[in-house]
């Protein structure tokens, strides 16, 4: 298997014997493999079914946004079911090399290009948002940065300071890359004091370098409605910052007030939901000690908030400004 996927380009290709192995290999990956970009799963090497769901639910936990291509003796409807619970990517036949191939290949190719901002201007718009910490524009708007990914769009994350007063820097800086991954955006990590960030001119400065090089259609940011102090001064530098960029939005954090007054709303697919999890997920520093990252309420909230876009599940977002000519933009947009 290795080999079928060495000859077909596989730059590192890591090979492991057990569950155990392959969980703390993809958490944590041996040099100089930064992040993984798929792994395969043999289940020929431990398991029935109910722990072949469980095994993948384990690894999207541990390595979120690394997708998993399930190989199988002889795949029955059963044990697809149990992969498709797990939410494996694909699933092949063991001894079909070019099946493999091709699944891996597939699965490659549906993952979002992180560095399709990089350079020059892109064809579609380009959106950046900013965010006080990492982890606050995955929770605020990961679904709308994964939909406009996937539509063209060229997104860029802005994470203002390293997050040190939740967790190890070097870990959280990871992760976020990590995140960023899974969302399809380019991000830019700066290092503002965690929990002092003023809106004084040098944090102004920070955002406009930013937008200078993303030039951006659209800025979203967190809302001014909002009870943390690193929160409302980054939504102040912002405007300032942004004030030649045609719109401005605002996405909701956990922190937000009730004075925070949503007025466009943006369908989320199963998909943009899924990755938006996925993202957050990949902050699984701080899963732990943060009531707002539980599964039930992120679901819960985008669930609440297609109530307004008379869809399944939606982002809210409170629109500050907007310069943009009508019909402007594609369909889809705040
Ligand atoms: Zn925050």
């Known amino acids: ?23 703390s290999a993809g958490a944590v990956p041996p040099a100089p493999v930064r992040l993984w970009d798929v792994a395969v799963w043999d289940t020929g090497i431990s398991g029935d079914d109910a722990s072949l769901t469980a095994l993948l639910d384990q690894w999207r936990t541990g390595v979120p946004g690394a997708p998993v291509v399930v190989s199988d003796e002889a795949p029955s409807t059963r044990r697809a079911m ?33 560095l399709r901002v990089e350079g020059a201007r892109q064809a579609g718009p380009r959106m950046l948002v900013v965010g006080a910490h990492p982890d606050d524009v995955e929770i605020g708007a990961g679904g709308i940065i994964h939909r406009r990914a996937h539509g063209g769009w060229g997104i860029t ?69 909002d009870t943390h102090q690193d929160h409302r001064a980054v939504h102040r530098a912002t405007l300032v910052a942004s004030r030649q960029v045609a719109r401005l939005a605002c996405y909701q954090s956990p922190s937000a ?19 938006k999890l996925s993202a957050i997920g990949a902050h699984n520093s701080q899963a732990a000690s943060r009531w707002y990252l539980e599964e039930e309420l992120l679901r819960s909230t985008a669930r609440y908030w297609g109530r307004f876009s008379r869809t399944r599940y939606a982002e809210p977002l409170e629109l500050v400004h907007d310069n943009t000519p009508l019909g402007y933009y594609p369909a889809d947009h705040a």
């Not at 996927?5 to 155990?20: D, F, I, K, N, P």
């Not at 040190?164 to 960023?180: F, L, M, S, V």
């Open 1 to 23: 298997m290795a080999e079928t996927l060495r000859s077909h380009g596989a730059s590192h290709v890591h090979c492991v014997g057990s569950v155990a192995d392959f969980l």
């Open 82 to 114: 149990a992969a498709l619970r797990g939410r494996a990517a694909d699933m092949v036949e063991r001894g079909d090399p070019d099946g493999l191939v091709a699944a891996v290949a597939r699965v490659l190719e549906n993952r979002a290009d992180p």
């Open 157 to 225: 994350i802005l994470t203002l300071s390293g997050g040190a007063n939740g967790g190890d820097p070097d870990r959280r800086r990871e992760e976020a890359h990590r995140a960023a991954e899974v969302l399809g955006a380019h991000l830019i990590m700066e290092n503002l004091p965690d929990g002092s960030i003023s809106d004084d001119s040098a944090t102004v400065r920070t955002i406009e370098r930013a937008v200078a090089e993303v030039d951006p259609d659209v800025v979203l940011v967190h809302s001014e409605s």
């Open 257 to 275: 007030t009730v004075a925070y007054q949503p007025n466009r709303f943006v369908e989320l697919s199963e998909a943009d939901l899924e990755a």
